[in-house]
C-alpha cells in the first residue's frame, strides 16, 4: 500500500494505492471514490482487501479539501467552485482522465456520496463509460438526501446552527491528549476499533469540517431525484450493496432501484452505513465478488 500525492483540479490531494494504477500495462483498474467526510485512511483495510481478493490495481480517492496537507492553500472562502459537488466532480473526472493508465478498464465503487459522483460521470462521459466495466454502489446517496432522517437532521437542524457551531470550533484546539480521550471513549461506547482513533482525530479540524458540511449542505440542495437515465445507462454494469436499516439511503430507497433488476445486482447486508468502520473487509469481499464476474484477464 502507498499514500500518493497528486494535483487534481488545482488541489494537491492524496490517494491510496494498492498496485500501480497509473502505469500497469493496461491491466484492469479499481477506482474507489469515498463517502463524506473524504478521508482516504479510513478505507485502508477496505483497499487491501479489494487488492488481496482481485490482485488488481486499486486507487482510493476523497474529496478535495478534507485533508490537511502541507503548504496546500485549501481556504473554503473564494474557492466554493472547488469544494462544492461540481467541483469534486472535475477532481474525480482529473484523476480517472489523466492520471489512471489509459489502456485500462475500469472497476468503479462509490461509497455513499461516491455512488452520487459515479452515476453522474458515467452518465456525462461517454469515453469513460465505455472504458467502464464494472460499478459497485455501496449504500447509495443518490435521491432524496434531504428528506433521509439522517438528512433531515442535517438540513433541519445542524444547517441552522452552523454558525453558533463554529463559534465554538475553539474547543476543537483543546490539547491532544484531551481530544484522544474523548476519541477513545467514542470508540469504546461504539464498539470500534482503536485505529480508528487518529483517522478521526485527523478530521477533527475546523478548516476541514468546514469543508465536510459545506459540501454535505450541497448534497441536501443537489440530490434530489433519481437519475433514471444514468441508472439505466449503467445497470447491467452495477451492483448495490444496501442495509435495510440506512439512515441516509433507506429501505424505500432502495425499493425505487429495484425496478432495475435483473440487469442491476443487490445485494442485502448487515453493516453500518459508515462500513469502513466495522466491515471493510466484509463489504470489500462482496464488492470484489462482482468485480471478479467482469474482470479482463490480460
Known amino acids: 500500500m502507498s499514500f500518493v500525492n497528486k494535483t487534481l483540479n488545482n488541489i494537491r490531494t492524496n490517494l491510496i494505492t494498492q498496485g500501480d494504477p497509473f502505469s500497469c500495462d493496461g491491466k484492469d483498474v479499481i477506482i474507489c471514490i469515498t463517502g463524506n467526510p473524504g478521508f482516504i485512511e ?34 473554503l472562502k473564494g474557492r466554493e467552485d472547488i469544494f462544492n459537488l461540481n467541483g469534486q466532480l472535475k477532481h474525480k473526472l482529473d484523476l480517472i482522465e489523466n492520471h489512471i493508465d489509459k489502456n485500462s478498464r475500469l472497476h468503479f465503487i462509490g461509497h455513499s456520496i461516491g455512488s452520487w459522483f ?48 463554529f463559534m465554538f470550533s475553539f ?10 480521550f474523548l476519541v477513545y471513549i467514542y470508540l469504546k461506547i461504539n464498539g470500534l476499533s482503536p485505529i480508528n482513533k487518529n483517522r478521526i482525530l485527523n478530521i477533527l479540524n475546523p478548516k476541514i469540517l468546514e469543508k465536510v458540511l459545506f459540501l454535505a449542505y450541497d448534497e441536501m440542495d443537489t440530490v434530489t431525484e433519481l437519475n433514471k437515465k444514468g441508472l439505466e445507462k ?63 484477464n490480460n
Not at 474547543?171 to 484522544?180: E, G
Not at 445486482?265 to 448487515?270: C, D, H, L, T
Request: proline share 4%; hydrophobic share 40%; with cysteine.
Open 171 to 180: 474547543l476543537l484546539y483543546l490539547p491532544q491528549i484531551f481530544l484522544s
Open 118 to 165: 459515479l452515476i453522474e460521470l458515467l452518465d456525462n462521459n461517454d469515453d469513460l463509460y465505455k472504458r467502464t466495466a464494472s460499478v459497485n454502489l455501496l449504500f447509495p446517496t443518490i435521491q432524496k438526501m434531504s428528506q433521509s432522517e439522517k438528512g433531515k437532521f442535517l438540513n433541519g437542524f445542524v444547517r441552522r446552527i452552523h454558525s453558533f457551531l
Open 234 to 296: 449503467i445497470k447491467h454494469l452495477t451492483n448495490i450493496i444496501y442495509t435495510k436499516s440506512d439512515g441516509w439511503a433507506p429501505y424505500e430507497y432502495m425499493k425505487d432501484l429495484m425496478v432495475y433488476q435483473p440487469d442491476l445486482q443487490m445485494k442485502e447486508v448487515n453493516a453500518d452505513h459508515s462500513f469502513v468502520l466495522k466491515s471493510s473487509e466484509s463489504i470489500a469481499s462482496l464488492a470484489a465478488d462482482f468485480i471478479k464476474t467482469k474482470v479482463c
Open 42 to 75: 479510513f478505507y485502508t483495510e477496505f483497499s487491501e482487501e479489494l487488492h488481496r481478493s482481485t490482485d488488481l490495481p486499486v486507487c482510493i480517492i476523497g474529496h478535495a479539501g478534507h485533508e490537511l496537507l502541507p503548504e496546500e492553500q485549501s481556504e
